[in-house]
């Protein structure tokens, strides 16, 4: 079994900044592409930022130049160091993960129990 664990959500004021942190765990052979998703009350989950295991990345229109995604393979950990915080950057955000685990050598796509952000005055 993979799972993913994400902290470092919270309340921040507008032009503030986070970092949200998700590691990796269980019996797991290599972690491909990783990112971060997120949704927004009464709205659909939208890609925000992914990254290769090479480092490779792309990001949503809304969050590029302020956000900045990460990874550290040796921890199987991805970041997401937001600045510049939005009020519509409000949402819960959750980390996904493309790995190769188990003794069967199964490709799963692992999701994170979500982390809330809230930016408000």
């Known amino acids: 079994q993979v799972q993913l664990v994400e902290s470092g959500g919270g309340l921040v004021q507008p032009g503030g900044s986070l970092r949200l942190s998700c590691v990796a765990s269980?019996?797991?052979?290599?972690?491909?592409?990783m990112g971060w998703y997120r949704q927004a009350p009464g709205k659909e989950r939208d890609l925000v930022a992914r990254?290769?295991?090479?480092?490779?990345?792309n990001y949503a229109d809304a969050v590029k130049g302020r956000f900045t995604i990460s990874r550290d393979n040796a921890v199987n950990t991805v970041y997401l160091q937001m600045n510049n915080l939005k009020p519509e950057d409000t949402a819960v955000y959750y980390c996904?993960?493309?790995?190769?685990?188990?003794?069967?050598?199964?490709?799963?796509?692992?999701w994170g129990q979500g982390t809330p952000v809230t930016c408000s005055s």
């Open positions: 996904v993960a493309n790995v190769v685990a188990g003794h069967a050598a199964q490709f799963l796509e692992v």
């Open positions: 269980g019996r797991l052979i290599i972690i491909n592409n």
């Open positions: 990254i290769s295991r090479g480092g490779n990345t």
